[in-house]
Structures are given as structure tokens and as C-alpha cells.
């Protein structure tokens, strides 16, 4: 099958065949990333443009690679060097990037639907980089793409997310994904952090407590407290959310002796995650951040048109 989007918003959006299609391409472009000479000419002549209006380091930096190794020309615009500064509109932004010519804009922005708004407005492909606490599609992939290549298969794999759900548009991502891919999805976070109506998001269990999250799980995926989309104090203090959400050799003991332990970045080390834990061998957070340019580089191929991988 063929990748029939002209952009990609969400993963709520694509089926379980499109998922592995794009996790399947990923995988064969992973083998450019490990050349001497990283460049293919796959996107030669197609224009790429980065539009982040909030802070990144890992998202935008391999998005910019991915396409740079895909031989596409990138620009790199950020809010605070934009003429939004001025008071000029995302949509009167985009329609000026437009006259330029580009054939993919790749945004992060604070609202969610930002990317809905602006991929009906505009004729380029549009690929969301993160919206609000909608979603994050890119995050979600590479986080399979990762436990694909450890497991073997996402079917089956009980997945503990633990941390400030309500706020994460990651652990939305990888709820929509994983469960379309057949993995066993159980949530834990204060409950101030946890959504009214989690399970609809997805076939998802809500636990008491993370060890109930935790125990026997084949990977262990915890979140960044998401202090910027609070609009109040929801917890009393950091000390007091790492003594109950926090991962120490302790808890992780609890899950599968061949555990992974993931996280989307960036770490607050010693409270979702204490070093000993984050920099161990159950640790994958730099595999992910490896996967993230082979995903991009899949995103970006499929929105131009590329033909299928083989699986």
C-alpha cells in the first residue's frame, strides 16, 4: 500500500498499516544514517521548512538532518527571530512561507489544532512536530520504532506511561499507536495529572499506583512533568511526585528483566528519572533520540509521494 496523506497530524489519523508502513521505511533509512557519507538524493530539489514556535532541541534538529540527508534544501524559522514577534499571524506567516515554494512545512506550536488549522489553508504538506498537548506523531513513532527493534513486535508488549498524562502530547501519541499496534497500554500519574476520559483515547487501563503500572512491564516510559501547561499547581511539590512517580532501580525492578526504560526529553534528572536508572543499560532514551532522524526521514519521504518499503 501506498501513503495516501498529504500530511501528517496525528497518529490518530493513520491506520495500523500506515504506522508500520512509515516503521517499516524507517528501518531500511536507517541504514543511510550509518554510512560514512549520510546524504541519499531522495528529496534533491524539494524545499523543507522548520516553523517552531516553542523550544526544541531533539525534534528540530532531526528534522533538520533528516532532510538535509535526504538531500532536501532546509530553512529554519523560530518564533522569537519571526515576524511574530511583530504581531504577525500564523496564517498570514504561513501564506508568505508559501510564496516561496516550499513542499513541506514542519511546525511546532502551543495550540493544539494549530496544524488542522493551517494543513486546510495551505497547498504544501504539513507535518505536525508537536501541537499543545494534542500530539506529537514523530515522538510516538520513534518510541515504537524503538520497541519494535528490541522486541521484535509491538503485539502483546505491556507498556507502562507514567507521569503528567493530562499534559503530554506524547503519551497521546503513544497511546493512539500503540494500542492500534496490539500493545497492552496501563497508565499512572497523579490524579491531577490524569485526563477524565483517558480510555477513550484508546483500550488503555488506569492503575492506582506506577508499581501496579510498572510490574511485569516490557517497557517503562516515563514523562516530563509539563510545568509550562499547567495553568496551576497541581502537585504539591517535585520532591514529594519523585517519592511517588519517580523511577529508581527499586520500582524498575519490578517490571521485566529485560525492561526498557524510555523517555521523550528532556530529563528532569532526579525527578521522573534518577541518574542511576537514566544512564544504566535498561536505558534506551538515546536510542530513541537515534530513531527520531530515521523517522523524520520517513515522514518526509512519504508526504512527497515515495513509494512503499518493503517490510
Do not use: W
Amino acid at each position: 500500500m501506498g501513503f495516501r496523506h498529504k500530511d501528517i497530524i496525528g497518529l490518530r489519523d493513520l491506520t495500523k498499516e500506515e504506522i508500520e508502513l512509515l516503521l517499516n521505511t524507517a528501518d531500511s533509512l536507517n541504514e543511510v544514517n550509518n554510512r560514512d557519507i549520510k546524504k541519499v538524493p531522495t528529496l534533491r530539489g524539494k524545499t523543507v521548512v522548520n516553523l517552531f514556535y516553542e523550544a526544541s532541541t531533539r525534534t528540530r534538529t532531526s528534522f533538520e538532518i533528516a532532510a538535509k540527508r535526504l538531500s532536501a534544501d532546509t530553512i529554519n524559522i523560530s518564533a522569537s527571530t519571526s515576524s511574530t514577534t511583530k504581531g504577525e499571524t500564523l496564517l498570514d506567516t504561513a501564506k508568505n512561507v508559501l510564496a516561496m515554494k516550499p513542499d513541506i512545512i514542519v511546525m511546532r506550536h502551543a495550540i493544539s489544532g494549530a496544524h488542522e488549522f493551517l494543513s486546510k489553508r495551505v497547498s504544501c504538506s504539513v507535518i505536525n512536530a508537536g501541537d499543545g498537548a494534542h500530539e506529537h506523531p514523530s515522538q510516538g513513532l520513534l518510541d515504537m520504532l524503538t520497541m519494535r527493534q528490541r522486541f521484535g513486535t509491538l503485539s502483546g508488549l505491556k507498556v507502562a506511561i507514567v507521569g503528567d498524562i493530562t499534559h503530554s502530547r506524547v503519551a497521546r501519541s503513544d497511546i493512539y499507536g500503540l494500542t492500534k499496534m496490539g500493545s497492552n497500554v496501563f497508565l499512572a500519574g497523579p490524579p491531577t495529572m490524569m485526563p477524565v476520559g483517558v480510555e477513550k483515547l484508546g483500550n488503555v487501563t488506569v492503575c492506582k499506583d506506577m508499581r501496579e503500572a510498572v510490574h511485569q512491564a516490557d517497557v517503562v516510559m516515563m514523562l516530563r512533568i509539563q510545568l509550562e501547561r499547567q495553568g496551576k499547581t497541581l502537585l504539591p511539590s517535585m520532591r514529594e511526585y519523585s517519592r511517588y512517580f519517580g523511577l529508581n532501580q527499586e520500582v524498575l525492578a519490578l517490571a521485566k528483566e529485560n525492561a526498557m526504560v524510555m523517555h521523550p526529553g528532556p530529563i528532569n534528572r532526579g525527578v521522573e528519572l534518577n541518574s542511576a536508572v537514566a544512564d544504566g543499560d535498561q536505558s534506551f532514551v538515546l536510542k530513541q533520540v537515534e530513531n527520531g532522524v530515521a523517522i523524520r526521514m520517513a515522514m518526509l519521504y512519504h508526504v512527497c509521494g515515495g513509494e512503499p518499503a518493503e517490510g
